[in-house]
């Protein structure tokens, strides 16, 4: 039986392909799984001891896909919202931790009260800018407003 000369073209071609190395392809691990990822620590404090209104930082950027461990802490004398509802909408939140208490399921503002420290656990799903800020009367528009942007 007589080879058709395309395939005997195509099968020198693969051939030199191979010995170049460039027809088979690396062997590239599999992703992580996000949830045995130990998480990116990113922290935030709303208000400062000045009882300056603002975040700090103002700005932060997230990955989809990666695990993350936003600590949020209120050093000021007054209680402080993070309200970031649709950031949150575009988030799994694996838990929020305070104190001896963890709370899971669908989060969209933290209250913390003066010396508050909590902790949100989170893979971001969703890319987009968000707006995040203390809804307290006022707090807003004295400048307790920031920027999360997820790439």
């Known amino acids: 039986m007589q080879t058709h000369p395309i395939v005997r073209v195509l099968c020198v071609l693969l051939g030199l392909l191979i010995w170049l190395g460039l027809a088979i392809p690396p062997v590239m691990a599999a992703p992580a799984d996000p949830l045995k990822q130990a998480p990116i620590e990113v922290t935030v404090s709303l208000g400062n001891e000045a009882n300056e209104l603002k975040f700090g930082p103002d700005y932060l950027e997230f990955q989809t896909g990666k695990r993350y461990k936003l600590i949020l802490s209120n050093p000021s004398p007054q209680k402080h919202y993070f309200t970031a509802k649709d950031f949150a909408d ?7 931790e305070a104190g001896r208490v963890e709370v899971k399921g669908a989060i969209h503002e933290l209250e913390l009260k003066p010396a508050a420290i909590a902790e949100w656990v989170f893979i971001p799903l969703k890319a987009g800018q968000y707006e995040v800020r203390c809804p307290i009367p006022g707090h807003t528009e004295a400048g307790m407003r920031g920027k999360l942007l997820v790439q």
């Open 90 to 96: 575009g988030i799994w939140t694996q838990k929020v």
